[in-house]
């Protein structure tokens, strides 16, 4: 199974990343990770995790990955799609509103028909009416909590497609990785 997961370049991730995609590769499954960045690319911390991990890292520079609405969103969307394409993932694991937005519809418009989304600050806005729209994309949602399990289900995604992590990161990704993959 290999998975491409797409995140953009946040605090609030970089431990989690660090952790959970060497302990997928444990695992048996070939996990990749594409960073979208505005301005600077990864750091050299996160770089040398993955390095360390065994996890390839590829960065991609969208100069307003930040601003959805932004007029050269869709061109932003296509680089990402043509990006997944090179990559031949059996799933894209997307993570943060960044991330599910610019990697949903790049998974979408690159043909990739198996989407997965993590959810990790239940501040994180995503009360624009597009979300709604941007969740449909997802076959599974991941919550790290009960409180984001309740944010996802609150814009419209049927509790049967979320799953809360258990302190077994690594296993329970596993776990709705094969159930989505089996269709």
């Known amino acids: 199974m290999r998975v491409l997961h797409i995140a953009p370049l946040h605090a609030l991730i970089q431990n989690h990343l660090l952790t959970l995609l060497p302990a997928l590769r444990g695992l048996g499954i070939k996990t990749e990770l594409l960073v979208i960045f505005a301005q600077h690319p990864p750091s050299p911390v996160i770089m ?26 869709p061109q932003s969307i296509m680089e990402v799609a ?17 991330g599910d937005f610019l990697g949903g519809y790049g998974a979408r418009w690159g043909n990739v028909p198996i989407r997965v989304s993590t959810r990790h600050d239940v501040d994180e806005d995503r009360s624009a009416d597009y979300w709604r729209v941007v969740a449909g994309l997802f076959n599974r949602h991941i919550a790290l909590s009960d409180a984001l399990a309740d944010a996802i289900h609150a814009e419209g995604v049927a509790r049967d497609q979320i799953t809360i992590a258990t302190s077994d990161m690594a296993g329970s990704h596993k776990a709705v990785y094969q159930t989505v993959l089996r269709g």
């Open 48 to 73: 040398a995790g993955m390095k360390r991990g065994g996890v390839p890292m590829y960065g991609l520079k969208l100069p307003h990955s930040t601003d959805l609405i932004h007029p050269t969103t």
């Open 82 to 98: 043509q990006f997944i394409q090179t990559r031949h993932a059996d799933l894209i694991h997307t993570h943060l509103s960044v």
